[in-house]
């Protein structure tokens, strides 16, 4: 068996094990509700996270890299952003699969170097590591932006509603 095969042939289990680890990262109560309802509409949120988890892995399975998974993993990371996560703790779950392929992989392979058997699938998900870390830094700057545009718009507001901004004289 190839890694490959391995991949496909537990994806379920390696997903839910992934999921799991996202969902590790909540308070507990937070994680009951994001792990529980799998039903789209009373859960939203979880919804999007088992869903793009599953496209993710299936994707990089395939052998596809991590560019390929941008749009799912982007969909999480706004989710992540907006929650108000440190980075660290925002994109934790994504190292996580490598040591849950790892930890089931030395189940199937246990006497082969799985470390050696494992350096692809290693690399691409340390290329989608650095992918979620540009597109988390990016949500969030479009979060600070708003905040700012937010905050000046308002403050502008005061200000004419003081008359304490000087009209400007047309030319």
């Known amino acids: 068996m190839d890694v490959h095969s391995f991949l496909t042939d537990h994806q379920n289990s390696l997903v839910a094990q992934w999921a799991d680890a996202l969902f590790q990262t909540y308070p507990e109560e937070g994680a009951k509700f994001f792990s529980g309802s799998k039903n789209q509409f009373a859960n939203p949120a979880g919804h999007t996270f088992r869903t793009n988890l ?6 990089l399975a395939s052998g596809q890299g991590a560019a390929a998974c941008t749009k799912e993993l982007d969909e999480i990371m706004r989710i992540r952003a907006v929650q108000g996560f440190s980075p660290s703790v925002a994109l934790c779950f994504l190292p996580a699969l490598k ?3 790892l930890r089931e992989a ?3 392979f246990p006497d082969k170097s799985v470390d050696e058997l494992l350096r692809d699938w290693n690399r691409t998900v ?3 590591i650095m992918l979620g870390f540009d597109l988390y830094v990016n949500c969030r700057e479009i979060l ?11 403050t502008h507001k005061l200000l004419e509603r003081a ?6 004289v047309a030319g």
């Not at 008359?163 to 400007?168: A, I, S, V």
């Open 54 to 59: 599953d496209i993710i892995f299936r994707t």
């Open 99 to 101: 040591e849950i392929v």
């Open 106 to 108: 030395v189940k199937i």
């Open 126 to 128: 340390d290329q989608l």
């Open 144 to 154: 600070w932006q708003q905040k700012a545009n937010q905050l000046y718009n308002r």
């Open 163 to 168: 008359n304490l901004l000087k009209e400007e």
